[in-house]
């Protein structure tokens, strides 16, 4: 599969998670003031919260939604890509890739996904080989500037996220993804 082709897939393969996302969304607060004025819990006894807690917690699930076969297929092609990362392949072409996605991603949205799975997952896998790229493309890459505030730091080489938190502190706040 080509690059551009597989950038659409794998925007596509966004698209379906974030829209299954948004419509699934509910309210935490709402949720949890609607079953406390249908079951009037604020003088219940422990044993009876019990089950409203469960049904606070049913109402927050959102429902399954299947995948058809062509979503099925774009996420084998984007869960083949993340396995490369997660294997260690070639990682001069693997941030070539996360590159493109940077670069391409059609909505702030769709960058901070890319920023909060594909880079994060790149930097906290491979951070001493990938630090330098990141360096290197930081200057001359606004929207890997914007992407890298949206990477939690965590597991991995600590000298590697202090150098990532350096860059990041370079930009103003109003200039962070969400």
Same mark, same amino acid.
């Given at each position: 599969?080509n690059?551009?082709? #597989?950038?659409?897939?794998? #925007?596509?393969?966004?698209?379906v998670?974030?829209q299954?996302?948004v419509?699934?969304?509910?309210?935490?607060?709402?949720? +949890?003031?609607a079953?406390?004025?249908?079951?009037? *819990?604020?003088?219940a006894?422990p044993e009876? +919260?019990?089950?409203?807690a469960r049904?606070? *917690?049913? @109402?927050?699930?959102p429902?399954?939604? $299947? +995948?058809?076969? !062509?979503?099925?297929?774009?996420?084998?092609? *984007? #869960?083949?890509?993340?396995? =490369?990362?997660? =294997?260690?392949?070639n990682?001069?072409?693997?941030?070539?890739?996360?590159? +493109? &996605?940077i670069?391409r991603? $059609?909505t702030?949205?769709?960058?901070?996904?890319?920023?909060? =799975?594909t880079?994060?997952?790149l930097? @906290?896998?491979h951070?001493? !080989?990938?630090?330098?790229f990141v360096e290197a493309?930081?200057? @001359? /890459? !606004?929207? &890997?500037?914007?992407a &890298?505030?949206?990477?939690w730091?965590?597991p991995?080489? /600590?000298?590697?996220w202090?150098?990532?938190?350096a860059?990041?502190?370079?930009? $103003?706040?109003?200039?962070?993804?969400?």
């Amino acid at each position: 599969m080509n690059k551009d082709a #597989f950038v659409e897939t794998y #925007f596509r393969h966004f698209e379906v998670i974030h829209q299954n996302h948004v419509k699934n969304a509910l309210d935490p607060d709402a949720e +949890l003031l609607a079953v406390y004025r249908e079951k009037r *819990v604020k003088d219940a006894p422990p044993e009876e +919260l019990v089950p409203v807690a469960r049904e606070i *917690v049913n @109402r927050m699930q959102p429902p399954y939604q $299947p +995948l058809n076969p !062509a979503e099925e297929a774009d996420e084998d092609i *984007v #869960f083949e890509f993340i396995d =490369s990362i997660e =294997s260690g392949g070639n990682i001069a072409d693997l941030w070539r890739t996360v590159m +493109l &996605l940077i670069e391409r991603a $059609p909505t702030d949205e769709a960058l901070a996904f890319v920023a909060a =799975s594909t880079l994060e997952d790149l930097i @906290r896998m491979h951070g001493k !080989a990938v630090i330098e790229f990141v360096e290197a493309d930081y200057p @001359r /890459s !606004a929207r &890997l500037r914007t992407a &890298l505030t949206g990477v939690w730091t965590g597991p991995g080489d /600590s000298d590697v996220w202090l150098r990532v938190l350096a860059l990041m502190d370079e930009l $103003p706040p109003e200039k962070h993804v969400n």
